[in-house]
């Protein structure tokens, strides 16, 4: 709720010189009904009970529509009573909102479907924008992603940048001996020579990061065919697209994950139309 009250203090509701220019006509009741113009999935049903709780008592908010729903175009996705002044004041701010989450939703969503039938699971990252990482997970798991990691105490990774300063088979000594229970251990493999280190005493997850399109198979069957690394799980990152994702998933691997689903989706087209009661 802080994020959304930041917001409407950001965008100056209560100070719409816009507005003023209704005089006396500012507090005449209204009906405000929000469409979605695109196909898509629906996101953001915090950012409506937010507004609800802020607003409660002046506000009447009907939401229409589940986190998660598929939606068509022309479909109301909710509805606002209020006065003109907040109908009108408030418009930008939960178009915003809401077309965006369900842009990031319909996005994962997507890509979820390109790796179906198989078990594969999409992930989101880190790669989110500062203040939204919350609301972004949240749509990314509406669209039928999983997250990675929430935030770095979620669990170990070892990426390259940390192996510069330390081995990686001493990172992942380091790492059985500190972490907890609730923690998996996964590190980041970007080369053959890397790998077969790492096989003769693998972590709980190996990550394949940007190997190449003949490369990726030949890993993937070195992991599963090993005696240790057969009970490893197996995620891939690194540039990937919907028909990439389909291919990769086909391969067996347990995790992709997919950095654009936070970190450059498209807003879903959505408008709001206004009538007064």
């Given at each position: 709720m802080h994020a959304i009250s930041t917001e409407l203090e950001i965008d100056s509701v209560n100070d719409d010189v816009t507005v003023q220019l209704l005089?006396?006509?500012?507090?005449?009741?209204?009906?405000?009904?929000?469409?979605?113009?695109?196909?898509?999935?629906?996101?953001?049903?915090?950012?409506?009970?937010?507004?609800?709780?802020l607003f409660e008592g002046r506000l009447k908010i009907d939401l229409k529509v589940a986190e998660g729903d598929t939606l068509v175009?022309?479909?109301?996705?909710?509805?606002?009573?209020?006065?003109?002044?907040?109908?009108?004041?408030?418009?930008?701010?939960?178009?915003?909102?809401l077309s965006y989450l369900s842009g990031v939703a319909t996005l994962t969503r997507k890509f979820v479907e390109a790796v179906q039938p198989?078990?594969?699971?999409i992930l989101a990252t880190r790669?989110?924008?500062p203040g939204l990482r919350s609301l972004q997970l949240s749509a990314v798991v509406a669209g039928g992603g999983n997250i990675h990691r929430r935030s770095l105490s979620d669990g170990i990774l070892i990426k390259e940048n940390h192996q510069i300063f330390l081995e990686p088979v001493k990172l992942l000594e380091h790492s059985r001996r500190q972490r907890s229970p609730l923690h998996s251990i996964e590190i980041?493999?970007?080369?053959?020579d890397l790998l077969e280190v790492i096989l003769e005493n693998p972590?709980?997850?190996?990550?394949?990061?940007?190997?190449?399109?003949?490369?990726?198979?030949?890993?993937?069957?070195?992991?599963?065919?090993?005696?240790?690394?057969?009970?490893c799980r197996?995620?891939?990152?690194?540039?990937?697209?919907?028909?990439?994702?389909?291919?990769?998933?086909?391969?067996?691997?347990?995790f992709i994950s997919v950095g654009q689903l936070t970190h450059s989706s498209p807003s879903?087209?959505?408008?709001?139309?206004?009538?007064?009661?």
């Amino acid at each position: 709720m802080h994020a959304i009250s930041t917001e409407l203090e950001i965008d100056s509701v209560n100070d719409d010189v816009t507005v003023q220019l209704l005089k006396n006509h500012q507090n005449d009741r209204c009906r405000a009904i929000l469409k979605v113009k695109e196909p898509g999935v629906f996101s953001g049903k915090c950012v409506v009970d937010a507004l609800g709780g802020l607003f409660e008592g002046r506000l009447k908010i009907d939401l229409k529509v589940a986190e998660g729903d598929t939606l068509v175009p022309g479909q109301a996705i909710l509805w606002l009573e209020g006065s003109a002044a907040q109908c009108l004041s408030l418009e930008r701010t939960l178009i915003n909102y809401l077309s965006y989450l369900s842009g990031v939703a319909t996005l994962t969503r997507k890509f979820v479907e390109a790796v179906q039938p198989h078990s594969t699971k999409i992930l989101a990252t880190r790669k989110t924008l500062p203040g939204l990482r919350s609301l972004q997970l949240s749509a990314v798991v509406a669209g039928g992603g999983n997250i990675h990691r929430r935030s770095l105490s979620d669990g170990i990774l070892i990426k390259e940048n940390h192996q510069i300063f330390l081995e990686p088979v001493k990172l992942l000594e380091h790492s059985r001996r500190q972490r907890s229970p609730l923690h998996s251990i996964e590190i980041e493999v970007q080369s053959f020579d890397l790998l077969e280190v790492i096989l003769e005493n693998p972590p709980d997850i190996i990550m394949l990061d940007n190997f190449s399109k003949s490369e990726l198979p030949a890993a993937i069957t070195k992991i599963r065919q090993h005696p240790k690394g057969k009970f490893c799980r197996i995620e891939v990152s690194g540039g990937m697209t919907l028909e990439r994702v389909s291919h990769i998933a086909a391969l067996g691997v347990d995790f992709i994950s997919v950095g654009q689903l936070t970190h450059s989706s498209p807003s879903l087209n959505m408008s709001m139309d206004l009538e007064r009661l």
